[in-house]
């Protein structure tokens, strides 16, 4: 089995070597930004290269061969491993805790978007992640409740570094026959929550269109300007 198996991967390995050289050899190099993606390309062909000259000296201990071409699979595979690790931790149910019901108050006359970006925190402590948004659509004036699922209400109450709401206008057009929704880029606004916030029975989102800001008004005078905010409210 595991003479198979090194032979296998020694074997794919290889044809992947000779596709990507010719590859290479073929085609000329980009230049700009795509550069960057051609220059690291032929860096992980070198890495490759080596681990496959690296395992075929020890075509007489194969196990220890079978360990080095496993290198590159680890490699490739750690951002699945790593996806994978951060759903359990999302899934992982912790302390019991009461359900929740968003309260959305629109007090303008546009169809909204409201989005809660659940952001997670990373191996760096400057950064984090985005995992999971939750969406809702408010009708202009309306107000709505949703309760929440509990792993939904975890996510909001535990697991995430912080919660940003954001509000999007939406402009219902057509065309060609087709009638969609569109968000106007960039966001009405935006605020970013502490998770303790929503360690509640209740969490209230209120709409107000006053407190807009500066891009998005921009956005809006350019719109109107090019004659493409014909559905629009503010």
Same mark, same amino acid.
């Given at each position: 089995?595991?003479?198979?198996?090194?032979?296998?991967?020694?074997?794919?390995?290889?044809?992947?070597?000779?596709?990507?050289?010719?590859?290479?050899?073929?085609?000329?190099?980009? !230049?700009? +930004?795509?550069? $960057?993606?051609?220059?690291?390309?032929?860096?992980? =062909?070198?890495?490759?290269?080596?681990? *496959?000259? &690296?395992?075929?000296?020890f075509?007489?201990?194969r196990t220890?061969?079978?360990?080095?071409?496993?290198?590159?699979?680890?490699?490739?595979?750690?951002?699945?491993?790593?996806?994978?690790?951060?759903?359990?931790?999302?899934?992982?149910?912790?302390?019991?805790?009461?359900?929740?019901?968003?309260?959305?108050?629109?007090?303008?006359?546009?169809?909204?978007?409201?989005?809660?970006?659940?952001?997670?925190d990373?191996?760096?402590?400057?950064?984090?992640?985005?995992?999971?948004?939750?969406?809702?659509?408010?009708?202009?004036? !309306?107000v +709505?409740?949703? $309760?929440?699922?509990?792993?939904?209400?975890?996510? =909001?109450?535990s697991?995430?570094?912080f *919660?940003? &709401?954001v509000?999007?206008?939406?402009?219902?057009?057509?065309?060609?026959?087709?009638?969609?929704?569109?968000?106007?880029?960039?966001?009405?606004?935006?605020?970013?929550?502490?998770?303790?916030?929503?360690?509640?029975?209740?969490?209230?989102?209120?709409?107000?269109?006053?407190?807009?800001?500066?891009?998005?008004?921009?956005?809006?005078?350019?719109?109107?300007?090019?004659?493409?905010?014909?559905?629009?409210?503010?």
């Amino acid at each position: 089995m595991i003479k198979f198996t090194y032979l296998a991967l020694l074997g794919i390995f290889c044809i992947i070597l000779l596709i990507t050289v010719v590859y290479y050899l073929l085609k000329p190099a980009p !230049a700009g +930004d795509s550069s $960057v993606g051609w220059a690291l390309g032929i860096l992980y =062909l070198a890495g490759l290269l080596g681990v *496959v000259l &690296l395992a075929a000296l020890f075509w007489k201990n194969r196990t220890i061969g079978l360990v080095i071409l496993c290198i590159p699979m680890l490699f490739f595979l750690w951002p699945a491993i790593q996806r994978g690790a951060t759903d359990v931790y999302a899934w992982f149910p912790t302390q019991k805790r009461s359900p929740l019901t968003l309260h959305i108050v629109n007090n303008t006359p546009a169809l909204v978007n409201v989005k809660l970006e659940c952001w997670f925190d990373t191996q760096s402590e400057v950064q984090q992640t985005l995992y999971k948004t939750l969406e809702f659509t408010s009708k202009p004036f !309306a107000v +709505d409740q949703h $309760v929440l699922a509990d792993y939904d209400v975890q996510l =909001l109450s535990s697991k995430s570094a912080f *919660v940003r &709401l954001v509000f999007f206008e939406c402009l219902q057009q057509s065309g060609n026959g087709y009638s969609y929704v569109r968000e106007v880029q960039p966001c009405m606004q935006y605020h970013d929550v502490p998770v303790e916030d929503f360690r509640v029975k209740d969490y209230l989102i209120a709409i107000d269109g006053e407190k807009n800001s500066e891009a998005f008004q921009d956005e809006i005078k350019r719109l109107k300007a090019d004659s493409l905010y014909t559905n629009g409210v503010f």
